[in-house]
């Protein structure tokens, strides 16, 4: 079961720095297009990364929900 626990947070992890790291590319490049007045870069960046962007956030979300078992988390535990 230790296993299991090394595994799951190793991929967490990844998965969190994973998904804050497009969303950061997607924000920042989306900034870059507004001040240089190119709706083609505000919007193409979206279609490029958006789709890997919410299939991350999405895995890690539904990993976080294993972890509460697999670890045994409680509500209200701080």
Sequence with gaps: MNAVKTATMILFKIG????????VVVVLTQ??????????LVSGVVS???LAMTVAAGA??????????VFGWKPGED
């Design 16 to 23: 969190l720095v994973l998904f804050l790291a497009l969303g």
């Design 31 to 40: 900034a870059v297009g507004l001040a240089a007045g190119s709706p083609g």
């Design 48 to 50: 490029a990364l958006g």
């Design 60 to 69: 890690t979300g539904l990993l976080a929900f294993v972890m509460a078992y």
